[in-house]
């Protein structure tokens, strides 16, 4: 499980959520460990038998004026009783300034309080959204990613099948290249993962014979895409005569996982000199199709089967036909 | 070469699984195999050929392999049909 420090949180993104530390540097080495936010309005208010507290804590307008509406004595009593908890961060938002007794108290037991000058609504989205991304489940896989017609199709297969070749064509052709040899992917949401490239490794794709080339310098901003969602692996097999056990009629949908999202293989047996580039573009648009829920070969061999009905109800009719 | 007439058998006839089977089965070997069932002849490695013959129960197919491998061919294919491809 990755984590996250106060202190690398607020020294990465302090412009990004225009971030001012507002306690004298305790707590800095905490950890965020959860992509959850809270808002401990009940906890502060004394309620502490749920309190998720290992979370990053978010206090807005509410829970400032709900403290400011407190006597001294009582404010530092809640609060005391709020910090016999181990909570990692408390981030104050609207740029409001909190209670000294809340300073104190903080430093006291070793926690940051950091400002920002989002209002609430606006920071929790985009907190959110940076921690999710933060946390997610992640791999890198070794393949080549290329968006077809809005298909983000994962070429794998072993070293020098074609991968890279494939992409180039499919570059050639029109279609944009996300990442090729090594493939960030981020698990976004329960059945969505989005394949990107590394940082130093950009549009920069090897070509057996020619070297390192630039896809983006080569080919021009529309040759490229920074991140495609994937949808399907096209796995490439060298052709083998003797074990011709490649699919033939595509009704069954075959699968893999990814961080645990299932996704439909295309396993496409190649022969030196073979021309993947259309195939790749009919798996996308087969795709697509499918996706509008509807599967060519599954109508096809519902028509076949009719007709082998009607032939043979028509053969029973004939054969009991004396007359 | 050998020919030999085979009888679909099979309630639901040739459809499109048994017929993926039988060309995957036939694949595997290195003889030519031609089905022929009334004027029309397709060549037993091509599954829309195959599927074209529409064959229904009772439908009578003529085999024609020839090749190196054209006794085993046979006999695997007779032996596909006599499973009823794993239907009924």
């Known amino acids: ?323 | 070469m050998i020919e030999k007439k085979i009888k679909v058998i099979n309630e639901l006839g040739l459809h499109a699984r048994p017929s993926a089977q039988l060309v995957q089965t036939i694949s595997a070997f290195e003889s030519e195999v031609m089905i022929t069932r009334d004027e029309l002849t397709v060549n037993a490695k091509s599954i829309m050929g195959v599927m074209m013959l529409a064959a229904e129960r009772g439908a009578e197919l003529l085999f024609r392999v020839d090749g190196p491998d054209e006794k085993e061919a046979i006999d695997a294919i007779e032996k596909v049909f006599a499973s009823k491809f794993g239907e009924d």
């Open chain 1, 1 to 323: 499980m990755p984590e996250i420090t106060v202190e690398k949180l607020y020294q990465e993104h302090k412009e990004e959520f225009e971030l001012y530390l507002l306690t004298d540097g305790s707590g800095l080495k905490k950890k965020i460990e959860t992509p959850a936010v809270h808002r401990p309005g009940l906890a502060l208010a004394g309620f502490t038998q749920r309190f998720p507290h290992r979370r990053a804590l978010i206090l807005g307008e509410t829970e400032m004026a709900f403290l400011a509406s407190l006597s001294t004595e009582e404010r530092i009593r809640l609060l005391r009783n709020f910090f016999s908890f181990d909570v990692p961060l408390l981030i104050v938002t609207k740029g409001l300034n909190p209670p000294k007794e809340l300073l104190r108290l903080a430093t006291e037991n070793n926690t940051a309080i950091i400002q920002t000058r989002f209002n609430t609504a606006d920071f929790m989205i985009q907190f959110s959204g940076f921690l999710d991304e933060f946390f997610a489940p992640r791999i890198t896989l070794h393949g080549t990613l290329v968006d077809v017609y809005g298909v983000g199709l994962l070429y794998t297969g072993k070293a020098g099948i074609g991968k890279s070749e494939c992409s180039l064509d499919l570059v050639e052709r029109g279609h944009r290249l996300v990442a090729d040899d090594m493939i960030n992917v981020v698990k976004k949401s329960q059945n969505l993962i989005v394949g990107s490239a590394s940082e130093l490794l950009g549009h920069h794709m090897e070509v057996r014979g020619i070297g390192v080339v630039d896809i983006e310098r080569l080919f021009g901003i529309r040759a490229i895409r920074m991140q495609k969602r994937v949808e399907v692996e096209v796995r490439l097999v060298l052709w083998d005569e003797t074990k011709d056990k490649y699919e033939r009629l595509g009704m069954e949908e075959k699968y893999t996982t990814v961080l645990g999202v299932e996704m439909p293989v295309v396993t496409i047996p190649v022969s030196p000199g073979k021309n993947i580039t259309v195939i790749s573009e009919v798996i996308a648009m087969n795709h697509m199709q499918k996706t509008y829920g509807e599967n060519a070969a599954v109508e096809f061999s519902r028509r076949l089967s009719e007709k082998i009905q009607r032939q043979l109800a028509s053969k029973r009719y004939l054969q009991s036909d004396y007359e």
